[in-house]
């Protein structure tokens, strides 16, 4: 790969505002070949290389060489071509994040096919919907719940023939069924890959509508994975005598995980699978595996930090952790300001409390994610500035990246030593972004996708560009922030725009809130229905004696409705009065994926809210607030 130093993005302006910053590619496209390749050069280059982790029986993480990943790629796409699917043929995966999702999809493409994710958490009607949308010929599920799920269905499944569960030797059955295939119709099914070959239908989340397949070629994986693995050095390549490691927890089935799978094995980073997000399960798994780095969505690096504060509450320290967590910001704060060149760097005095905190709490907080991480990718959501400047107090500098299912990941990234806390970063190398002059992000990439499937349609286009539907401002250094969502901007009745995403954002921060909701178009303030999160709710009843009041009882409670009145005047600091949230209803329940108020990837169905909820929104304005 031809490489090149990066550099600052190239500006365009309209009078004072920025309107445009692209920075030009670090790595060249390759000319052929696909991603079915890379085991193949791996094994071939590094054979004894230790790509991938495994946990076994006893909860052991035991390695798995670049060989031995060929080779069982290499016995599973046999299997698959046995079975008599096709090139071009979709097979679908749907199972939690796990080594044998990363090992079908690579088979999958080795057999010359196209895998479409499933999430494992679908409902009936959506798998079907997806299976039957994309033509589905196979699906591999998980376990057998799946496989009554997907069986319950396959009566209007008239293109799905085979189905496997992994949890009942579904790797084991198909490696028997291709064992007495020769391998070279593997290389024959590789070999009419070519870069503008489809690689996966990935299903968008569906917060409007019936989830659309996202086409993502080969093409546009290079193009995302080789040049974020260029850009960010720290991350994906070894700065030390420690190699570079992840664990990945985040679903395979959404492309922020899909994409970093693929980078890791193209950039030969160790890489291991963690199945649940569940506290203990993924505090555990952190512990045995240590990684170096990971990628995170914002609840994860919430959770760590509330529970850190929960832990130092039950025994009486809630002050010094709050104290400590001030101090980090600053100390980040100070750092990012530094890097960028804009500061002299912490203090005497800041860098003597950091000492004094870092073994109490700092410390506590890396040993959380594992004792070896320095650095965190995060996307899916903005983290927020305070807890980004607190993790870079303690010791992990966040990167924060932007993108969409239709732009392969990320279009925008935090460059390295050159955070801004607050923004999602540059352009991608390789990238343009414009702001229309509605506000909206537009974008250009050998990352955005071909099309929709089954549409006629093409790539939809703004004068060239991609246009993603969320608003957003570039500054004079070309970093992107995201301010909301085009089609969520509440316009109240006193005309007055709000992006209800940042207050939303720094809401669900506190480790009382679970969801939120801002609501106001059309209304004469803005409101919020506010959900509570299951363990920061156990903890305070624990903390406060009321373990025995019931949801509807907890939800009129004076003493949390007053510390959530506190979450909400913090929320409402970060903007003016006539945005800020003047009334909010705690509900009774969870936005669940269940319930239809949340998609698979934990975004909100704003629709469904409010229309289940519409009297408790009604009862939100019958009397104006004061």
């Known amino acids: 790969?031809?490489?090149?130093?990066?550099?600052?993005?190239?500006?365009?302006?309209?009078?004072?505002?920025?309107?445009?910053?692209?920075?030009?590619?670090?790595?060249?496209?390759?000319?052929?070949?696909?991603?079915?390749?890379?085991?193949?050069?791996?094994?071939?280059?590094?054979?004894?290389?230790?790509?991938?982790?495994?946990?076994?029986?006893?909860?052991?993480?035991?390695?798995?060489?670049?060989?031995?990943?060929?080779?069982?790629?290499?016995?599973?796409?046999?299997?698959?071509?046995?079975?008599?699917?096709?090139?071009?043929?979709?097979?679908?995966?749907?199972?939690?994040?796990?080594?044998?999702?990363?090992?079908?999809?690579?088979?999958?493409?080795?057999?010359?096919?196209?895998t479409v994710p499933v999430y494992p958490t679908s409902s009936a009607s959506q798998t079907a919907w997806i299976l039957k949308d994309s033509g589905a010929a196979a699906c591999v599920v998980e376990n057998v719940d799946q496989t009554r799920l997907v069986s319950g269905e396959r009566r209007g499944l008239p293109d799905l023939a085979h189905l496997w569960q992994l949890d009942a030797?579904?790797?084991?059955?198909?490696?028997?069924?291709?064992?007495?295939?020769?391998?070279?119709?593997?290389?024959?099914?590789?070999?009419?890959?070519?870069?503008?070959?489809?690689?996966?239908?990935?299903?968008?989340?569906?917060?409007t509508g019936r989830p659309k397949g996202c086409v993502l070629t080969h093409a546009n994986f290079f193009a995302e994975v080789d040049n974020a693995t260029e850009l960010l050095h720290p991350v994906f390549k070894s700065v030390s005598t420690e190699p570079a490691s992840t664990l990945l927890f985040l679903p395979l089935s959404h492309v922020f995980g899909r994409m970093v799978a693929v980078g890791c094995l193209r950039a030969r980073v160790r890489l291991g699978h963690a199945p649940s997000i569940a506290t203990d399960d993924l505090l555990a798994d952190l512990a045995g595996f240590r990684p170096t780095f990971l990628l995170a969505i914002p609840y994860v690096l919430e959770k760590v930090y509330n529970t850190g504060r929960a832990t130092a509450e039950k025994i009486g320290r809630a002050a010094s952790f709050?104290?400590?967590?001030?101090?980090?910001?600053?100390?980040?704060?100070?750092?990012?300001?530094?890097?960028?060149?804009?500061?002299?760097?912490?203090?005497?005095?800041?860098?003597?409390?950091?000492?004094?905190?870092?073994?109490?709490?700092?410390?506590?907080?890396?040993?959380?994610?594992?004792?070896?991480?320095?650095?965190?990718?995060?996307?899916?959501?903005?983290?927020?500035?305070?807890?980004?400047?607190?993790?870079?107090?303690?010791?992990?500098?966040?990167?924060?990246?932007?993108?969409?299912?239709?732009?392969?990941?990320?279009?925008?990234?935090?460059?390295?030593?050159?955070?801004?806390?607050?923004?999602?970063?540059?352009?991608?190398?390789?990238?343009a972004v414009r702001i229309a002059p509605d506000g909206e992000v537009l974008l250009r990439g050998g990352q955005i996708f071909a099309g929709y499937w089954n549409s006629d349609s093409g790539v939809p286009a703004v004068e060239g560009w991609f246009p993603t539907g969320d608003i957003g401002e570039l500054d004079a250094d070309g970093y992107l922030t995201i301010t909301g969502r085009k089609k969520e901007i509440l316009i109240t009745a006193g005309g007055k725009n709000v992006a209800p995403a940042p207050l939303e954002d720094r809401l669900r921060a506190h480790p009382l809130v679970g969801q939120c909701m801002v609501i106001g178009d059309?209304?004469?303030?803005?409101?919020?229905?506010?959900?509570?999160?299951?363990?920061?709710?156990?903890?305070?009843?624990?903390?406060?004696?009321?373990?025995?009041?019931?949801?509807?009882?907890?939800?009129?409670?004076?003493?949390?409705?007053?510390?959530?009145?506190?979450?909400?005047?913090?929320?409402?600091?970060?903007?003016?009065?006539?945005?800020?949230?003047?009334?909010?209803?705690?509900?009774?329940?969870?936005?669940?994926?269940?319930?239809?108020?949340?998609?698979?990837?934990?975004?909100?169905?704003?629709?469904?809210v409010a229309r289940d909820f519409a009297a408790d929104i009604e009862e939100l304005y019958r009397k104006r607030p004061r």
């Open 1 to 114: 790969m031809q490489t090149r130093t990066p550099g600052a993005p190239e500006i365009q302006a309209d009078g004072d505002r920025v309107v445009q910053a692209a920075v030009p590619p670090l790595v060249q496209l390759p000319p052929k070949g696909s991603l079915a390749d890379i085991p193949f050069t791996n094994a071939a280059e590094a054979a004894e290389e230790p790509l991938l982790s495994r946990k076994d029986g006893t909860g052991t993480w035991r390695d798995v060489t670049a060989r031995d990943f060929r080779n069982e790629v290499v016995a599973v796409a046999k299997g698959l071509i046995a079975a008599g699917l096709k090139p071009g043929d979709r097979l679908a995966i749907m199972a939690r994040t796990t080594y044998e999702w990363t090992l079908i999809d690579f088979a999958g493409w080795a057999a010359g096919l196209i």
């Open 169 to 207: 030797g579904a790797v084991a059955q198909l490696t028997a069924e291709g064992r007495e295939l020769p391998d070279a119709l593997v290389e024959g099914r590789r070999a009419g890959l070519t870069p503008a070959s489809v690689a996966t239908l990935i299903y968008t989340s569906g917060t």
């Open 322 to 431: 709050d104290r400590a967590a001030a101090i980090a910001r600053r100390y980040g704060e100070a750092v990012v300001a530094r890097q960028a060149g804009r500061g002299a760097g912490p203090s005497l005095g800041l860098r003597l409390a950091h000492a004094l905190y870092d073994p109490l709490v700092y410390r506590r907080i890396r040993a959380a994610l594992g004792g070896k991480v320095r650095y965190a990718i995060c996307g899916g959501s903005p983290l927020g500035e305070r807890l980004a400047a607190f993790y870079a107090g303690a010791g992990v500098m966040v990167f924060e990246g932007y993108g969409l299912t239709e732009t392969t990941a990320a279009a925008t990234v935090t460059p390295p030593l050159g955070p801004r806390l607050g923004t999602v970063g540059w352009p991608l190398p390789g990238t």
């Open 522 to 608: 059309n209304r004469p303030f803005v409101a919020a229905l506010l959900t509570l999160e299951a363990d920061g709710l156990g903890h305070w009843q624990r903390m406060h004696h009321k373990e025995g009041l019931r949801p509807a009882e907890l939800a009129a409670d004076p003493e949390l409705l007053a510390e959530l009145q506190k979450a909400v005047d913090d929320a409402n600091s970060s903007v003016s009065q006539a945005e800020s949230i003047r009334k909010f209803r705690v509900l009774p329940v969870e936005f669940t994926e269940d319930g239809g108020h949340l998609t698979p990837s934990m975004k909100l169905k704003r629709a469904a």
